[in-house]
């Protein structure tokens, strides 16, 4: 995220210094999409209809973190979940993501 006292000092790694994991990450950015987040990062094969695959892999409760609307929350409840963290993944950090308390009624 954005480091905002890394910021203020001018932080800048040497130029002899790369951080790995991050090598081409950003080649070919376009900046970001709807949610703030790089494009291509969230899966859209994902629905609901997993949690019950899920289930059936774990007796452990399932909990959703990043729920941010009364809709999402009970969808969630329909489709089974035992908890909902609401949470924005620290979307301070994003320019689209709403704060956490704004998405609570």
Do not use: C
Not at 1 to 26: H, Q, S
Not at 63 to 90: R, Y
């Amino acid at each position: 995220g954005k480091r905002r006292n890394d910021i203020r000092n001018n932080f800048r790694l040497p130029k002899y210094l790369t951080i790995k994991n991050f090598e081409g990450v950003f080649e070919g950015y376009e900046g970001p999409d709807e949610y703030g987040l790089p494009h291509g990062i969230l899966d859209p094969s994902v629905t609901w209809k997993d949690i019950s695959w899920l289930q059936k892999l774990t007796r452990l409760p399932i909990i959703l973190k990043g729920i941010l609307t009364k809709e999402d929350a009970e969808l969630a409840v329909e489709h089974g979940v035992q908890g909902i963290i609401v949470s924005n993944h620290g979307g301070r950090q994003l320019d689209g993501a709403p704060a956490t308390i704004d998405a609570l009624p």
